[in-house]
């Protein structure tokens, strides 16, 4: 029987475990905590589709066109297409297992409006559709377990995949509360470890999800995609924990977005843009906040109460716990803030990575959404991408050779133990701190030459520093051995923003304004014993 390492367990890792294990693959499912606790459950505003009882005049095909059109160039055509026409089927299988979607008046699936859509098509659960989706995904896993296809593994952390001559046999995982490392081998390995929001600190996203996974794969030769399209999601409220995110669907149900100026408000987005400027796809809306130059406020005061209670109470009360802010009567102040990245691993059309049996799916992997991501389409994505990964899995033969790596990994744990048994002078979460004020200063909505050599300048400085730190025996071994894995994806992700001499979707250069017919490819990077090599995807290899 064949089997699987599943490095994650967010929508898209769960996704892709009961679609193997309902296809007869063992699936063995690691995770640092519970599906409960994944950046999933933070997903606010609703899933995209266009299936039966759709708005008038919207079509499957309108929905590939305004993903295509939201990627401003840098989608491909053909993954865009599977992920739209699947897109009804998987709304009805949600449904099937359990998903608590809002309904209308007659009883069908609400829709709403979301940024850069022609129609009405974004399907929601309130303004906690990860959750309900999250919730319906665990209890069709739990079937599979009870069944023995599916093996979970709490408080466990990848720390390397297991790769020679380009194949991946599985992966060296860290157990917290050994502390040891270990080798577990498996037919594949498919990577579900979401963004890199660490990378930025206080963002809309989980800091659990800090881009270790992808880095690490990169030193050991797995190429990256289009680390410079970084989303800024236009509305989100500061508070002291993190940026907390205002969802698009307060816009989707009528939210007006305004600065203040001689005593006036000006809704500026609908005086440039027309009624439905408040709708515009992310990128445009967030440069167009940051271009006011003022705090801007984002209002629902005016919407009827029960609308609000019915339709928005998340935001209601997240409003009101954290700022105490009465959202029936007052306006939210916002701002941009990092919330999506729609680069990371590059993968094939069956999101096979150029490693052989190594895959990556959700938002690790940079496929579907080009150079700026549409609302409601990231979590269609990562249901779509771990249904691909699991029927391209169980379309191969399994139990072939697999090499002994017991010497290798012999060798990382006395690396391992040597650096836990030391006290460090500069804790690792300073230099993580660092590392996150230098990306949110040099990366941020607005780049340029400069800031992005300044920014490759320190993070320079910070992989020397981590590379001499004393480590800190008292801590997690996670958050010790991750850091320069984390610190090299950095210095990538501002390698190609420098590279990409344009403006284009969520990468705005000042010193480069115009979008370039020459540069309508995706970045793809490579590490070669500590260099960084870019080149534009000409030949098509990966297709997003």
Known sequence: MKDVIIIGSGISGLACAVSCASQGVKVL???????????????????????????????????????????????????????CESAGDIIRYLR??????????????????FGGQSYRRTCYCGTSTGKQIVSALVMEARRYEAAGMIRRRLWTCFHSALIRDWVCYGAVICDERTRKLEAVYADALVIATGGQNALFGKTTGSTQCDGYAAGKLFTQGVELKNLEFIQYHPTTLETAQKRMLISEAARGEGGRLFYEENGRRVYFMEDKYGARGNLQTRDVISREIHAAGRQTWLDISFMDRHKID????????????????????????????VHFFMGGIAVHMDHET??????????????????????????????????????????????????????EVEEQNAMLRK?????????????RDMLAETMQKELGLIRNETALDEGIT??????KTASHLAYDGSVSPYMNYSLSAILTLARATLTCAKARRESRGAHFRS????TLEEYRYATIISYDQGGYRVRLDKEHRYES
């Open 458 to 463: 320190d993070i320079e400085y910070y992989l």
């Open 29 to 83: 499912l690691l995770s640092p905590g519970p599906s409960e606790r994944s950046q999933s459950v933070m997903a606010a505003g609703g899933i995209n589709a266009v299936f039966r009882g759709h708005e008038p005049g919207d079509s499957v095909e309108c929905h590939i066109e305004d993903t295509l059109k939201g990627g401003n160039g840098l989608g491909g055509h053909h993954a865009v297409t599977g992920l």
């Open 354 to 407: 150029n490693v052989r049996n190594l895959f990556a799916i959700g938002e690790c992997a940079s496929m579907y959404h080009g150079a700026n991501r549409l609302g409601g389409n990231s979590l269609l994505a990562a249901l779509y991408s771990g249904r691909v990964a699991a029927n391209e899995i169980t379309s191969r033969l399994g139990g072939g050779f697999r090499p002994d790596f017991s010497a």
């Open 511 to 514: 010193d480069c304004p115009d």
């Open 419 to 431: 650096m836990m048994g030391t006290k460090s002078p500069f804790p690792v979460m300073y230099i």
């Open 310 to 337: 019915r339709r928005l109470p998340e935001i209601r009360d997240l409003c009101l716990k954290y700022r105490g802010l009465d959202v029936t009567k007052e306006p939210i102040p916002v701002a941009p803030a």
């Open 96 to 113: 099937d297992i359990g998903t608590v979607f809002s309904v209308d008046g007659t009883g069908n699936i609400a829709r709403r409006a």
